[in-house]
């Protein structure tokens, strides 16, 4: 009985993986005949070529001796239940493969396809707690360097868009209510503000923590977010003294430039925007940053198009 088992699994991890007997025996480096007689219970493989056959279709050596080896229709399918279970990223990257090769093949269901969805938020899932649990390690050092309060800053950042801010908002503010003399605190405070879209509170809390920010160094990002904030409020004379603040205090970052090239494209301010977006790319260039050049070097090439283009035929900022 147990061998007539290996042998129907063998065919049915097969056939939901569609391969033929002669791609198994190939990718095993044996006859198409061993994989024939396997399947039709003739012989059995011996146990060097267990673990091999096990890895070939991702499933453990116990699998392959059970009555049945799984309730799924396909491999991608059982890849995706064996991604759920680890958590592993080479589990999701097999997984994810899989599915492709099943939707190339057409040979694919719609529950396949609400499948590779579940696959996909379960894989969100976990890269968002991985990257909260990343950033907590570094909160919780005593180390308050940039890496600190990149860590801080981007935790905000994204649990706002997880729809966290007010939280994030109310946590800041107790933060400093019980520590105002902290200028990290008070920064964090600014950030998510921001994130959380509340702009106009955003600019007080600039306000009420200027005088607190003689020990943050590199305070540059500070004068971003206040910066931004005027931009999304219309107060585009204030947004450039703080961008332009934020330039001089941290003049490594090249962020404020972004968001000054960006402005200028909102307001259709073609000329102005050709200028920036030279600067960005200048920036990035001088400091070997090339993989990072492509999204500014196209949008140059929009905003040339856009300054020579007839006034009617102009793209909308």
């Known amino acids: 009985m147990t061998e007539n088992n290996i042998g129907r699994n063998i065919r049915k991890l097969r056939e939901a993986r569609q391969v033929t007997q002669e791609q198994l025996a190939q990718a095993l480096n044996l006859s198409f005949q061993a994989v024939s007689k396997w399947e039709t219970g003739v012989t059995v493989p011996d146990t060097l070529t267990l673990p091999r056959i096990a890895a070939y ?3 453990t050596i116990d699998e392959l001796f059970r009555p049945e080896p799984g309730a799924y229709s396909n491999n991608a399918q059982r890849l995706m239940a064996v991604y759920e279970a680890s958590h592993d990223q080479d589990d999701f990257i097999r997984a994810d493969a899989e599915f492709k090769k099943l939707f190339r093949s057409g040979s694919f269901t719609r529950d396949d396809q609400r499948l590779y ?4 938020e379960y894989h969100m899932y976990y890269c968002r707690n991985k990257a909260l649990e990343q950033y907590e390690k570094l909160i919780a050092g005593s180390e308050r360097d940039a890496a600190y309060r990149g860590a801080r800053t981007q935790r905000l950042y994204m649990l706002s868009n997880l729809g966290r801010g007010t939280q994030c908002v109310e946590e ?3 933060r400093v209510l019980a520590d105002s003399e902290d200028p990290e605190n008070r920064f964090a405070l600014v950030a998510a503000l921001y994130f959380a879209g509340r702009y106009e509170e955003t600019l007080t809390a600039v306000g009420e923590a200027q005088e607190h920010l003689g020990e943050l160094e590199g305070g540059s990002f500070f004068y971003l977010y ?3 904030a005027c ?3 219309g107060h585009y004379e204030e947004a450039f003294a703080y961008w332009d603040r934020a330039l001089e205090l941290g003049p490594e970052y090249a962020d404020p430039l972004y968001s000054m ?4 494209h909102r307001q259709g301010k073609y000329a102005e925007e050709i200028s920036a977006w030279e600067r960005v790319v200048d920036f990035l260039a001088k400091r ?3 993989h990072e050049l492509a999204f500014p070097q196209e949008q140059l090439r929009k905003a040339r198009e856009s ?3 007839p006034p009617a035929e102009r793209s909308e900022p």
């Open 117 to 120: 969805g579940v696959l996909y």
């Open 261 to 264: 090239a960006l402005c200028f």
């Open 226 to 228: 206040a910066g931004d």
């Open 288 to 290: 070997g940053y090339v």
């Open 307 to 309: 300054y020579n283009a």
């Open 231 to 233: 931009e999304k409020l």
């Open 172 to 174: 800041e503010r107790a």
């Open 57 to 59: 279709f991702d499933v």
